[in-house]
């Protein structure tokens, strides 16, 4: 089974920074997509950034520019790194993460959620 930890969720005053980490853990084959989404109260989930293996990186209109959301394959981690940040970004942030079993059947996991919090 696979495990997503994440941290660095937290308080900050609008116009701050945060970084999150989330490091995947298990018996897996590959790692293909990581990425982080958010749900604020009241609003459906939604996507926040996205990195596949080559790199590639995918994200919401409303984060370009300030967030940057990153990768070590070598820990099986993904990291979004959140400037500039407003009191909009409020939200549970949760790390998402799919790819291959050894047995080549396709995974993919959840985290518990980090809680981000930005005062104005």
């Known amino acids: 089974q696979v495990h997503l930890a994440e941290s660095g969720g937290g308080l900050v005053q609008a116009g701050g920074s945060l970084r999150l980490s989330c490091a995947a853990s298990?018996?897996?084959?590959?790692?293909?997509?990581m990425a982080w989404y958010r749900q604020a109260p009241g609003k459906q989930r939604e996507l926040v950034a996205s990195i596949v293996t080559n790199g590639t990186t995918n994200y919401a209109d409303s984060v370009k520019g300030r967030f940057t959301i990153s990768r070590n394959n070598v820990k099986s981690t993904v990291y979004l790194q959140m400037n500039s940040l407003k009191p909009e970004d409020t939200a549970v942030y949760h790390c998402n993460a799919g790819g291959l079993r050894l047995s080549r059947a396709s995974w993919s996991a959840w985290g518990q959620g980090t809680q981000v919090t930005v005062s104005s």
């Open positions: 298990g018996v897996i084959f590959s790692i293909d997509t």
